[in-house]
């Protein structure tokens, strides 16, 4: 992945000179004045672990699997939101860790906490290194160093039990290697959030990952059947049947924990039979408002595609290539359903009828089918967008489909009190019975300090989400960005309970430090 920036480099996209004559005629963007840092140039921390701490380190996991080296440590920097990429564009590397180190197991795992625990050294676990709400940024007072603990060794299909239909993996597995080992068996998970090409398993189920077809395979904490995690206290290995009456889950307070409890070391999930046929088509509603009620009607009354989302107005407007694509006009919002299974004609029919009763108008396979070729791409493009002065950022929250309406509004009065007339976009990404999530994409041009700039922008929304009663993050995950609003929605009794779980499990709180839990 691009140390700087999101992905490959072979696909970075050149922003057509068109968009940015659009750029700078309708929001003020401005080249920067100072081309970006080269990865030799980011300045980094001195290693501060002492070479017998080192040694011991090497002892444990081989020489090999112990990286100090300049690139080693850039890499294992922070992660992939936009404040994350504006510092490292700007050469600042000074949340690096000592070094990265690479166990090849389980008692690995185990072993590195309790020296780590002894030393009172500090580990991150990272695995495809995806988090955008700073969850890869440990607090470093108080410790003897920082250690990056890359899962990248255990990246194994351990066993499949095809009666059960519940596969076994380890955590460094990235998401296209879990859906290439799973086809041989003719499954899949079913999971392809927009950051599938470079997460990981034990990712997705600790910041509790959704996908863009989670209305057909749910969330992946749904996948979640089995857990075995290493802690500092020792070993947790979870889930011995689908569902129990033993008193309360335990997997629950693993699934979003981000590392700051334990390490993900195995996961038994849920899996599928892989579809024999995938097919997408686009539907145009008048209004947000009319399009929402729509999804509100799939999701409560059936039947629901795998693939269910809404874009308001302006992401409409933004993001078709052709507006005249839309049927009638350039106005309006775009509905995407996908449809996967053995046969989707039925369903697909009964989805249709549905939209068209209230009020969609169909535009055929076309809409559909750029999106599924453009699904993962959005990434690149803020990449583009930022090298051309641009900020660039999403955010999302969900909340009860009564609240919903009060929710997207709040967000976008609070971006544009903080940012002035930024460009806004917004699309319903995940839908359930009782509500639904709201995705947020902004668009503005960068100010002199940029990452203050957002900073400010996200204390405004972060305020107006906990004000209009919704969650603070529906499956980016919490980190460091959203830890006081967190603390907000928990209430003093909740952040309490995970104060007691981080004592009994992590004493020394070395796990993660400063992710997750407020006031840490």
Not at 172 to 180: K, L, S
Request: negative net charge; aromatic residues 6%; charged residues 20%.
């Amino acid at each position: 992945m691009l140390w700087s920036g999101w992905g490959d480099p072979a696909k970075a996209r050149e922003l057509p000179e068109q968009i940015r004559t659009l750029l700078r005629d309708l929001l003020g963007v401005r080249a920067p004045d100072a081309p970006a840092a080269s990865l030799e140039s980011v300045r980094l921390p001195a290693v501060a672990l002492p070479g017998p701490l080192l040694e011991a380190l090497a002892k444990i996991v081989g020489a090999e699997h112990v990286l100090t080296g300049h690139e080693a440590r850039v890499r294992h920097t922070r992660g992939k939101s936009t404040p994350d990429l504006l510092r490292m564009r700007a050469g600042d590397g000074s949340d690096a860790p000592d070094a990265v180190v690479l166990p090849g197991s389980h008692d690995e795992v185990a072993e590195l906490l309790r020296l780590c625990s002894d030393e009172r050294v500090a580990i991150v676990p990272f695995g495809g290194g995806t988090s955008v709400v700073g969850g890869l940024a440990a607090s470093r007072a108080g410790f003897a160093g920082v250690l990056a603990l890359d899962l990248g060794r255990l990246d194994r299909l351990r066993s499949v039990d095809a009666e059960s239909m519940v596969a076994t993996f380890e955590p460094g597995v990235r998401a296209p290697d879990a859906e290439r080992l799973l086809a041989a068996h003719g499954l899949t998970l079913g999971h392809f959030p927009q950051s599938f090409e470079y997460a990981t398993l034990g990712g997705f189920a600790a910041a509790r990952s959704s996908g863009q077809a989670s209305a057909g395979y749910g969330r992946f904490d749904d996948m979640v059947v089995g857990l075995t995690v290493a802690t500092p206290s020792g070993t947790l290995d979870l889930g011995r049947a689908p569902k129990s009456a033993a008193g309360p889950d335990l997997r629950q307070l693993v699934l979003g924990s981000e590392g700051v409890f334990g390490v993900i070391t195995s996961l038994r999930l849920r899996v599928r039979r892989a579809p024999a046929e995938r097919r997408y088509e686009g539907w145009r509603f008048a209004s947000f408002a009319e399009g929402s009620a729509a999804v509100r009607a799939l999701a409560q009354e059936g039947p629901l595609p795998a693939v269910l989302r809404l874009s308001d107005e302006t992401e409409t407007m933004i993001g078709l290539a052709k507006p005249d694509a839309i049927g009638s006009g350039d106005s309006g919002c775009l509905l995407i359903a996908g449809y996967e299974g053995a046969s989707v004609a039925g369903r697909q029919g009964a989805v249709s009828g549905v939209l068209a009763r209230m009020g969609g108008e169909p535009l055929g396979a076309a809409p559909g089918e750029a999106w599924e070729h453009g699904r993962f791409s959005a990434p690149y493009l803020r990449d583009s967008l930022l090298a051309a002065g641009a900020t660039v950022e999403t955010l999302e929250t969900a909340g009860f489909w009564a609240n919903v309406p009060r929710l997207y509004d709040a967000v976008r009065l609070a971006l544009l009190g903080a940012l002035g007339a930024p460009l806004v976009m917004c699309h319903i990404s995940h839908v359930y019975e009782t509500g639904a999530s709201l995705y947020f994409t902004v668009v503005t041009p960068q100010e002199a300090d940029p990452v203050a700039q957002w900073e400010r922008a996200k204390a405004a929304v972060s305020a107006a989400i906990v004000a209009a009663g919704g969650t603070i993050t529906h499956h980016h995950g919490v980190g460091r960005d959203h830890r006081e609003a967190y603390g907000a929605e928990l209430g003093p009794v909740g952040v309490g309970i995970l104060e007691a779980v981080k004592a009994r499990l992590d004493p020394a709180g070395i796990l993660n430090p400063g992710v997750l839990i407020p006031g840490r």
